[in-house]
């Protein structure tokens, strides 16, 4: 490897290398022909739905591509009548119809919501290269998770990109021999770019319920009523609902399905569930799983998200046996009077 260090401009000769990964020589080494005008103008396009439910984790499959337009040229310096100048000329403008293609493109898609949230280990890509008119193979593939409590409505995912163009190419005139690169005909200058666009998604609107209120206490060995109020806090009504308690040992219930009806966004209502416990059942709060199953606007059968119903469980109180006690109270009289009568024998 030979470098030479001339005007503060240090030319390494590699042989196979390409002519960026040099420091450009300077002005004074090349000839500029035309100006070129245009440069690339990048887009993103998200394939398949943009609709997503709540709590879902989805891939979302990311096009870029490349509408920069080449307007067109202007003379910068004259040729002649020189049939050599002529010809670099001719290259030049070859040359400066690449100023359209942006290149190292690298790509982030950012969250602009804590609702929503971004796969680290998938929210970086790079794209050697992106030319005018031509799409990329593959699309990007970037991972997102929607919260389960996120309202419905359009969000913006945001996807910074860096990249750069050729923003202006000069001939060299073979005055690069001096330099050590005899093969170098031209050079590039290359713009770095900074930008930012915007994909957006929309969370789709349906019934939401929460378990807003639980009313009863469960007593020991017992069968309480616990009344348990559900709300719709979605966006859409659910029809023909039913709520549904799963109940496991030491409680129980004979029936744990009950009716809803129609519940509109906002409105509450409480059914009321039997159940019973154990004797000898553990004093704590007991929490029972709970869904409602609806049908939505498209006539379909949907379950909701499992809600969780807590019930505090008692242990009963110790109350004094009357029966019991004048049972005792007899026996013990029968045997004082036996025991007296022996000794009045004796």
């Not at 690449?98 to 949230?117: C, H, P």
């Not at 957006?200 to 009344?227: C, H, M, R, W, Y």
Request: hydrophobic content about 40%; glycine content about 6%; charged content about 25%.
């Amino acid at each position: 490897m030979v470098c030479i260090l001339l005007w503060t401009v240090v030319i390494c000769a590699v042989p196979s290398a390409s002519a960026k990964e040099y420091l450009s020589p300077a002005y004074e080494y090349t000839t500029n022909f035309y100006k070129a005008y245009g440069e690339p103008d990048l887009s993103v396009t998200l394939l398949g739905d943009t609709e997503f439910n709540r709590g879902e984790t989805a891939d979302l499959k990311v096009v870029l591509s490349n509408r920069g337009v080449l307007y067109g040229f202007k003379a910068d310096k004259g040729v002649g009548s020189s049939v050599t100048m002529h010809e670099l000329s001719l290259r030049e403008l070859q040359y400066e119809t690449l100023r359209t293609t942006a290149y190292g493109v690298k790509a982030s898609l950012v969250s602009t919501s804590d609702l929503i949230e971004v796969d680290p280990e998938k929210s970086s890509h790079t794209i050697e290269k992106i030319s005018p008119g031509v799409l990329p193979d593959d699309p990007l593939l970037f991972t997102i998770t929607l919260s389960h409590n996120i309202p419905a409505g359009v969000y913006v995912l945001e996807l910074p990109l860096s990249y750069e163009y050729s923003k202006d190419v000069r001939m060299t005139q073979g005055e690069t021999v001096i330099l050590g690169r005899p093969d170098l005909d031209h050079v590039v200058y290359y713009e770095n770019v900074e930008t930012k666009l915007q994909i957006p998604i929309i969370v789709k609107p349906e019934a939401k319920f929460t378990v807003s209120d639980v009313q009863g206490t469960l007593t020991g060995g017992g069968k309480d009523i616990v009344n348990i109020t559900y709300t719709n806090i979605g966006e859409l009504p659910a029809e023909d609902a039913l709520a549904r308690i799963v109940i496991m040992k030491p409680l129980s219930t004979d029936r744990s399905i009950k009716s809803l009806g129609t519940m509109q966004p906002g409105e509450s209502k409480m059914v009321s569930f039997l159940i019973g416990s154990e004797l000898g059942a553990v004093e704590k709060t007991y929490s029972i799983d709970s869904e409602i199953r609806y049908s939505n606007e498209k006539g379909e059968y949907v379950f909701s998200e499992n809600m969780k119903v807590n019930v505090d469980l008692i242990s009963p109180e110790r109350k004094f046996n009357v029966t019991g006690l004048a049972l005792a109270g007899i026996v013990v009289i029968l045997m004082v009077l036996v025991v007296k009568n022996r000794r009045k024998n004796d």
